[in-house]
C-alpha cells in the first residue's frame, strides 16, 4: 500500500506502463502473423511461377528430343543397339 500520493502515482504509472507493454507484445505477434501469411501468398505465387518455368522447359526439351528422332540421329545418339539377351530356362 502507497504510503504517499506520489508513490501511488508511480504504481499507476507503472501499471498503465505494463499494460501498454501488454498490448504491444499482443500487437506485434499479430503483425508476426501478419507476416507469415503474406510470406505463404508470396511463396505460392512464386511456386507457380517455376512451375510454369519448368511446364515451359519440359515442352522445349520434349520439342528438342523430337527434332533429333525426326532428324534420324537418334540412333546415332543412343549408340549401336544391344542384341536381345536370351532367356533360358533352367529346369
Known amino acids: 500500500m502507497p504510503e504517499t500520493l506520489e508513490e501511488a502515482e508511480i504504481i499507476l504509472g507503472v501499471a498503465h506502463a505494463q499494460r501498454k507493454i501488454c ?7 499479430d503483425l508476426h502473423g501478419e507476416e507469415s501469411h ?13 512451375k510454369r518455368k519448368l511446364d515451359q ?4 526439351v520434349g520439342s528438342a528430343r523430337n527434332t533429333v528422332r525426326e ?5 546415332a545418339l543412343k549408340g549401336p543397339r544391344r542384341p536381345k539377351r536370351i532367356k533360358r530356362i533352367h529346369g
Not at 498490448?23 to 505477434?29: E, P
Not at 510470406?39 to 505460392?44: D, K, T
Not at 522447359?57 to 522445349?60: E, G, P, S, T
Open 23 to 29: 498490448r504491444t507484445k499482443i500487437r506485434l505477434a
Open 38 to 50: 503474406l510470406r505463404s501468398r508470396l511463396y505460392v505465387i512464386r511456386a507457380g511461377r517455376l
Open 57 to 60: 522447359a519440359d515442352v522445349q
Open 71 to 75: 532428324s534420324g540421329h537418334w540412333q
